[in-house]
């Protein structure tokens, strides 16, 4: 399976990415983007008044939006933090998102695009809003929109982007308090996410990962690589470059750390720009960055903008959602892909072994019971040797019971009684939520206690192998209804718990199956691949 | 869509008698009108209006006509045909009949994308034409320009060349006042052979949201995900003191499947129930919902009507060949006796310009509005359409490999065969190939 996985990155199981929406695919447009100078211009308007305010300078936004030709609207929110930000020491958040809808001429409002750009406290992503005040400018002035395409500025990043989309949709997932939306433009059909760090960019990279490991269809990202390659832009992904040649052997192995850094992205669950919030409302998304870095050749916001342009065009003759292209996919580069049939037998090597595992204990357990066949409670002086399986289902329940329980308690007590301790107790929130975590680990540790009467009412070589068959088959499952929704974060706990809980037995040595056993669960994972990412 | 209201060019034409054999209809029978309105935002909204008795559609060269030119009606935000045709009395006893026709383009000049972003507009601007001279055969041919704003003390408009004539009536509710320009009249096309308007704002406008109607809507569709979801529909009353009552008319489709127990009206935070309420029902395939309210809106409100749906799956020939690209709702439907802030006065038809056929007043105390919502765009849920293709491919495989041996396996028997030592052809055979030095069969 691991080696199945390693073999992704190489050329036979990639492919070259291809266009699959016929929509998008045949018409290539002629950039005429020109507002350089307008973009820097307020770029600079925007970053002083950003100064002067301290937070977005919802007014100056308001009026620029309106003089350039858009319907403007306002949105506040505001969310109270569950553990205080330990940078600012503050519980409640508040913001206010400013958007301007370009309507569509002679067009009903029934689809739209969105270009966002999300300004935080700490990076004022300045640059950004000046280029998207001059795109607005640029497209107010053309015919030729056939969907409305609204133009989003939000504050504290994520929060503001996940509380515009909630208002927009009119749910309330996250429980944020928001101003209900006064102006909407019908069904979004994509967006983009943009974040410049300066005026010159050497290299733009995209993001895909979005919430929980969701990812956008793959012709979005086809449709910005098109892009690059016409405006000759340098385009990254994770920050690393696009190796030229896949002939040799340098090409794949570069693609294998792309690879491999796609995928801890992706089972870590968070999004890696505002276009994951996106994703769960089925618009497709993608972030763009544009990173100043040492190298000589820059581009200015011109060539960033006509890339912008040449995208909405493109995004604009779409005639249904994007649907033709892959929704699950790996990238070990921007033009190559991998397909979900292609990396799914990975993660399915690894829960074969799980199964034949399973197998083998089963067919041992056989042959114990098949063997002297005397009932229960006979009179001969040695013990008999039961059948393991009729007494030990019923047994087994206890500790499968106690170990759910366990898991669900962990879910579920540390948020309910975040509340409740810090009333009783005189501890911070954030403390009160890890000494639960703490109290339910210890109270697991009783488990042991409960297997022991599963044990020992069997004969000792043969009584532990029923609960193990029924713990791997329950741990294939697990892993297996993971890697469905998030393949990166299943194959990584697959990785890693599979050789544990296929070769521990309580026949070798115990300290070293113990601390292996505790080495590879998901919470050491957990805290190994912090590790792991702080220091690369 | 835009909050402004677009006051339409209607252009009416009456159609004469289809041929009764009377004498020739006088010429004071064709009446064609524009109509100027420069919208707060800065879009300018155009009304050719052509009115006309005659018997047959006649080509108009000249007159308002001129104006029509495709190639800039096209840089318009909105624009709208209609077609009228109704018979009328011919005199006070309604002895005989003619029938009239009255066709009327209404278009929104976009002020970004015709005028660069500045507020000024001329004729020459919109249409790329001038008017030259009226239509021979025009009983009247009048321009009719909105200057409302110029009467103010302010004085932050100016129309060139300045009207010899206004117009004052009571539109939509407010007043307003008209500057006419009468084509047939010479002194106003004889100076410069052309007639080309032109506004110019004094004082430039500043850059703040326009004023909305007295009543708008919105419709959105909220929640998301493939299973259900919920109708919205935002009526706002943005009149200061009255509140007055709307018919919501709403048809939706019988793939949407509407709880109508979900149904709630909100106003100001309060539940707010209709006074009118009539259901129809859906029926698979065969008739959509149809929801009919009378909900009396309260002043300076936001009323907000929602329903909860859910969304069925279709049969698999039902779908459309681009059903990921969603399915149409059609908009609501709301009709409103609008409380005007004027009293209108009643109208003489014939004495009065055309447009006023537009607004029709009941009494003088409000108007009537008409207003359609946005449709909206619904996904529903889409089968993958290659799966029997695949379906077909994997029995078959699986027939053929799995079962096919099986059935060999199982079923296949051996027995033993004595060869056959002779026979004429095998003889024959060998014989040539004796004779060609081959080792015999």
Redesign the interface.
């Known amino acids: 399976g691991i080696a199945w996985f390693l073999a992704l990155a190489f050329p036979p199981l990639t492919q070259r990415t291809y266009m699959s929406e016929n929509a998008m695919g045949s018409t290539m447009v002629e950039e005429q983007f020109a507002g350089g100078d307008r973009a820097r211009g307020l770029a600079r308007d925007f970053a002083a008044h950003r100064r002067k305010s301290g937070a977005l300078p919802v007014a100056w936004l308001e009026r620029t939006m309106r003089s350039v030709g858009l319907e403007v609207y306002t949105q506040s929110f505001s969310r109270r933090l569950p553990f205080p930000d330990e940078t600012h020491e503050r519980y409640m958040v508040s913001g206010t998102n400013v958007y301007g809808i370009l309507r569509a001429p002679r067009a009903a409002s029934t689809e739209s695009l969105v270009l966002t750009v999300p300004c935080g406290p700490d990076s004022t992503n300045s640059q950004a809003v000046g280029l998207l005040l001059a795109l607005a400018a640029h497209f107010r002035g053309q015919i030729y929109w056939a969907k409305d395409i609204i133009f989003l500025v939000t504050e504290q990043d994520l929060l503001g982007t996940e509380a515009w989309l909630e208002a927009y949709h009119d749910v309330n997932v996250t429980g944020m308090q928001s101003s209900p939306l006064q102006g909407r433009a019908g069904a979004i059909q994509a967006a983009v996410a943009l974040e410049l760090s300066s005026d010159v960019v050497t290299s733009l990279d995209v993001a895909v990962e979005g919430l929980n490991g969701q990812l956008p269809n793959l012709d979005l990202l086809n449709l910005f690589q098109t892009f690059c390659q016409k405006g000759g832009l340098l385009c990254t992904l994770q920050g690393k470059l696009q190796p030229q040649d896949w002939t040799s052997v340098d090409g794949p192995l570069q693609g294998l750390q792309t690879l491999l850094l796609m995928v801890l992205q992706q089972a870590s669950g968070r999004p890696h720009g505002p276009h994951g919030l996106f994703l769960r409302y089925r618009v497709e998304a993608l972030t763009i960055r544009g990173i100043n870095s040492f190298r000589q050749y820059k581009y200015d916001l011109v060539a960033v903008g006509k890339a912008l342009e040449g995208a909405f065009r493109k995004l604009n003759h779409l005639l249904e959602r994007l649907h033709q292209s892959y929704f699950f996919y790996l990238l070990p580069a921007l033009a190559r892909f991998v397909s979900i049939g292609l990396y799914m037998p990975a993660a399915g090597f690894l829960l074969l072994v799980l199964g034949l595992k399973a197998l083998e204990l089963w067919m041992q357990l056989h042959e114990a019971g098949v063997g002297p066949e005397e009932p229960r409670g006979a009179s001969g002086p040695s013990p008999p040797v039961l059948p393991a399986q009729s007494v030990g289902l019923a047994s087994l329940v206890a500790p499968l019971l106690i170990s759910q329980a366990m898991g669900l308690a962990l879910y579920i007590l540390p948020v309910l009684g975040q509340h409740v301790a810090t009333q009783h107790f005189p501890v911070a929130e954030a403390e009160a939520v890890v000494l639960t975590l703490l109290a339910i680990y210890a109270a697991g540790l009783a488990l042991p206690h409960s297997t022991q009467r599963v044990v020992s009412a069997q004969a000792p070589d043969r009584g532990w192998m029923a609960l193990k068959l029924v713990a791997l088959i329950y741990l294939a499952l697990q892993l297996a209804c993971i890697t469905l929704t998030n393949f990166s974060l299943g194959f990584l706990l697959a990785a890693t718990m599979v050789p544990a809980a296929a070769l521990t037995t309580p026949c070798g040595p115990r300290p070293l199956y113990a601390a292996l056993l505790v080495l590879t669960s998901p919470a050491a994972t957990l805290l190994g691949s912090l590790f792991l990412w702080r220091g690369a | ?2 909050a402004a209201l677009p006051l339409a060019v209607l252009g009416l034409l009456l159609l004469g008698p289809g041929g009764r054999g009377h004498a020739e209809p006088p010429r004071d029978t064709l009446r064609e009108e524009l109509v100027i309105t420069p919208l707060p935002s800065g879009d300018v909204a155009a009304t050719f209006q052509f009115r006309t008795r005659w018997d047959s559609d006649l080509q108009r060269e000249e007159g308002l006509s001129v104006l029509l030119k495709a190639d800039r009606l ?6 709208s045909q209609a077609v009228h045709i109704r018979p009328v009395c011919r005199n006070a006893r309604c002895t005989s009949i003619s029938w009239e026709l009255r066709q009327t383009l209404s278009v929104v000049y ?4 015709t005028g ?2 500045k507020k000024d507009w001329s004729l020459f601007r919109m249409f790329s034409r001038t008017l030259t001279e009226p239509c021979p055969l025009a009983s009247e041919s009048r321009v009719y320009v909105d200057i409302t704003g110029h009467n103010q003390d302010n004085e932050t408009l100016e129309v060139n060349p300045p009207p010899t004539t206004t117009y004052q009536d009571v539109t939509l509710g407010t007043r307003k006042t008209y500057a006419v320009y009468d084509l047939l009249d010479a002194a106003v096309i004889n100076n410069s052979r052309n007639l080309n308007l032109q506004l110019k704002w004094r004082s430039p406008p500043e ?3 326009p004023p909305a109607p007295f009543l708008h809507a ?1 419709r ?6 493939l299973q259900s979801g ?1 109708l ?1 529909t935002l009526l706002y009353n943005t009149h200061p003191y009255r509140a007055f009552p709307v018919l919501l008319l709403d048809t939706v489709p019988w793939y949407l499947r509407l709880y109508v127990h979900t149904l709630t009206i909100t106003s100001k935070g309060k539940e707010n129930k209709p006074s009118y309420v009539h259901y129809q029902p859906a029926q698979d395939r065969l008739q959509p919902h149809l929801l009919e309210m009378l909900i009396q809106l309260p002043a300076n409100s936001a009323t907000k009507v929602s329903i909860q749906f859910e969304r069925a799956l279709l049969k698999w020939t039902e779908y459309t060949p ?5 399915f ?1 709702v059609s908009p609501s439907v709301l009709s409103a006796l609008v409380p005007s802030m004027v009293a209108a006065k009643p109208v003489d038809w014939e004495e009065s310009p055309l447009f006023r056929s537009l607004y029709p007043v009941s009494d003088s105390s409000s108007y009537f509005v008409r207003l359609y919502t ?6 529903l849920p ?1 089968p993958d359409f290659s799966m029997p293709y695949n379906v077909i491919c994997l029995t078959c495989t699986v027939v053929a490999v799995c079962y096919g041996s099986f059935y060999n396996l199982l079923t296949r028997t051996f027995h033993i065969e004595e060869p056959s030592t002779g026979g004429l052809a095998k003889r024959l055979a060998n014989l040539i190939r004796r004779a060609r030095g081959v080792p015999p069969l």
């Open positions: 869509m835009a096209f840089h318009t935000s909105y624009h976009d002020a970004f994308v660069q972003g850059h703040e949201a919105q959105y569709v909220s929640g998301y995900g919920e919205n681009d059903p990921n690209h969603g149409y946005e449709p909206l765009l619904v996904n889409t």
